[in-house]
């Protein structure tokens, strides 16, 4: 018995693949998409004038961090689709990007000081 | 009862295995690069001889090539939009515009990588050198992987091969190609505006 038909004799609403069918329908149209396209041109364009603006190299870093962390979630959420698509890719991306996140840390933390 | 009259797939998860595999191939490659851009955080700082990230980087024009990516990843996602459409023409032109901006990019880092090179910073000159070179070439691979994947698309759709019934096809190419341009949205942050 597959994970789909155990869902479906416990009279589940929606199987995963029907969530994906019923959310496909109302993934984003080119409009949305071309909108969403020229928000993150409009963001680069802030990110680099930020770069040749005088300002706390500190607040610099959090700002610029912070658009770039927009640019990449509309980027995954609309135009790869996990807005839309089955939670099931949702957790196996955010998993990957925690465990990189981790290792990046450990990484800095651990041998920052210590190379040569 | 049929797969099409249920509208699931006949897997252990009812969703369709290209999918997952791809989504857990992103994940790992998660990994891939994180790992050298934490290298490259590490070792940027430590080279004993120039030259240095600030005598190089040449913000606005790494900043055209991150608008080019930016854009093909537009460009992937109408061709996308495209097909699950029906209008194999719209795919086709979208497939090559996102193909040739991809080729821009490549040629961008091609010119960066030449200009860097005569400015005296080779694999092994420092750390800088080897941590920067290793983390964009790999990235560039990727990029020019996925235009090869493209292109190879963008011939069989010529060819009558891709139909409507065969987007995923294409959303999973999509998926591969917006991969490589949010890397590419980190390493403009981390490695060209954020520098010590």
Known sequence: ?116 | MSHAATGHLETSTGIDNKKLLMWLFLASDCLFFGSFIAAYLLYRDRSLVGPYPEDLFDIPFTSVSAFVLLMSSVSMVLALSAIQRGNVRGLQIWLFATAALGALFIAGQAYEFTEFYHEGLRLDTNLFGTTFYVLTGFHGAHVTIGILILLSLFIVSLRGGIQQKDSLTIELAGLYWHFVDIVWIVIFTLIYLIQP
């Open chain 1, 1 to 116: 018995m597959t994970l789909a038909d155990y869902r479906s004799k416990r009279g589940e609403p929606a199987l995963p693949e029907e969530e994906h069918g019923e959310h496909a329908e109302h993934h984003p149209g080119a409009l949305e998409y071309t909108q969403i396209g020229l928000i993150l041109a409009f963001i680069t364009a802030v990110e680099v004038g930020l770069y040749y603006i005088d300002m706390s190299h500190t607040l610099l870093v959090a700002v610029l961090i912070a658009l770039s962390i927009a640019k990449f979630s509309m980027v995954v959420l609309w135009f790869m689709h996990l807005k839309f698509d089955n939670r099931l890719f949702s957790v196996l991306f955010v998993g990957g990007l925690a465990l990189t996140f981790a290792v990046f840390i450990a990484a800095i933390a651990a041998l920052r000081g210590k190379l040569v």
